[in-house]
């Protein structure tokens, strides 16, 4: 039996071990996920050594980078680790945030976007649409978070501006309550109202989806996010959380079952 897990703080609302599992079981593969509440960094390299491999989500992603011993692929330009692959004592790290957002937003014509939040969600959104050719700024409620992206080319709003957009992301952890917004209620809807499309990488949560049943029920039927309620129209994170959890399980399998595949296979059992 191998052990992987997600690794945060606070994790209980984490769907992850829901989606791990159900594939796990499905696929016939003795393995089991579980969630990881991490109170202090210092516990993160023994908990991580302890799995065969991890999710990492807030609010360690930066700090898992530095934990690594390899990183791959997407994680080396975002710097920021979601996937990490624990063999011989060797912890190898990936991002497979990025591609799970671009899955979700790939059929839109986009020129511009704003992303809201400068941590490891919004490190992994704003590189995956510079390299897609997206006009990318960035805003955050702490200034001196956002030297990585000015370093790499993404704008920098000093205040938050309305601005005319093609999509506008919030990555910040606030609304994770389900009712809270990052910023000033009017001038979020300012901006909301001029954004085309607009994404928010928090999912609601609901107690007690334990089962694949109870979670096509919440999928079919889940409520707006705080940031969406903003907007008639808008994205929540569950489809990247499941798209990234995808990926992420191609990596665990070591490319034995790829995304496409894994994604048919799941939503299928949503039927
Ligand atoms: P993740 O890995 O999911 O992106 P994170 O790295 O912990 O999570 O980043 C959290 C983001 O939420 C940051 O942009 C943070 O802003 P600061 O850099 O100013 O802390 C943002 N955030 C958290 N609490 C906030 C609040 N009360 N108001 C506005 N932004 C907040």
Same mark, same amino acid.
């Given at each position: 039996?191998?052990?992987?897990? %997600?690794?945060?703080?606070?994790?209980?609302?984490?769907?992850?071990?829901?989606?791990?599992?159900?594939?796990?079981?499905?696929?016939?593969?003795?393995?089991?996920?579980?969630?990881?509440?991490?109170?202090?960094?210092?516990?993160?390299?023994?908990? *991580?050594?302890?799995?065969?491999?991890?999710?990492?989500?807030?609010p360690y992603k930066e700090e898992v980078f530095g934990l690594c011993d390899e990183v791959r692929g997407f994680a080396q330009?975002?710097?920021?680790?979601?996937? %990490?692959?624990?063999?011989?004592?060797?912890?190898?790290?990936?991002?497979?945030?990025?591609?799970?957002?671009?899955?979700?937003?790939?059929?839109?014509?986009?020129?511009?976007?704003? %992303?809201?939040?400068?941590?490891?969600?919004?490190?992994?959104?704003?590189?995956?649409?510079?390299?897609?050719?997206?006009?990318?700024?960035?805003?955050?409620?702490?200034?001196?978070?956002?030297?990585?992206?000015?370093?790499?080319?993404?704008? %920098? *709003?000093?205040?938050?501006?309305?601005?005319?957009?093609?999509? *506008?992301?919030?990555?910040?952890?606030?609304? *994770?309550?389900?009712?809270?917004?990052?910023?000033?209620?009017?001038?979020?809807?300012?901006?909301?109202?001029?954004?085309?499309?607009?994404?928010?990488?928090?999912?609601?949560?609901?107690?007690?989806?334990?089962?694949?049943?109870?979670?096509r029920d919440f999928f079919l039927s889940r409520p707006k996010t705080a940031f969406l309620g903003l907007s008639n129209q808008g994205m929540d994170g569950l489809e990247m959380l499941l798209y990234q959890a995808f990926f992420a399980f191609?990596?665990?399998?070591?490319?034995?079952?790829?995304?496409?595949?894994?994604?048919?296979?799941?939503?299928?059992?949503?039927?």
């Amino acid at each position: 039996m191998r052990y992987f897990g %997600v690794i945060g703080s606070p994790i209980h609302h984490s769907l992850s071990p829901l989606i791990h599992n159900f594939l796990f079981s499905y696929l016939g593969i003795s393995a089991h996920y579980d969630k990881f509440d991490i109170p202090s960094p210092s516990l993160l390299a023994s908990t *991580l050594q302890s799995l065969s491999g991890a999710n990492i989500t807030l609010p360690y992603k930066e700090e898992v980078f530095g934990l690594c011993d390899e990183v791959r692929g997407f994680a080396q330009e975002v710097e920021a680790i979601n996937t %990490v692959l624990c063999r011989n004592q060797k912890l190898y790290g990936f991002n497979t945030d990025g591609l799970g957002f671009w899955e979700c937003i790939k059929n839109l014509e986009l020129k511009t976007a704003l %992303v809201l939040g400068a941590g490891g969600s919004a490190r992994a959104i704003a590189m995956m649409l510079k390299k897609q050719g997206v006009d990318t700024m960035i805003y955050n409620r702490t200034p001196s978070k956002v030297d990585f992206f000015r370093s790499r080319g993404i704008g %920098v *709003l000093e205040t938050l501006e309305v601005k005319e957009v093609d999509l *506008l992301v919030h990555t910040t952890s606030v609304g *994770l309550d389900g009712k809270s917004l990052p910023y000033q209620q009017e001038k979020l809807q300012s901006l909301v109202s001029k954004a085309k499309y607009v994404f928010d990488v928090i999912y609601p949560s609901q107690k007690g989806i334990v089962g694949i049943d109870q979670f096509r029920d919440f999928f079919l039927s889940r409520p707006k996010t705080a940031f969406l309620g903003l907007s008639n129209q808008g994205m929540d994170g569950l489809e990247m959380l499941l798209y990234q959890a995808f990926f992420a399980f191609e990596i665990f399998c070591d490319g034995q079952y790829c995304f496409e595949e894994l994604k048919a296979l799941f939503y299928n059992s949503l039927k």
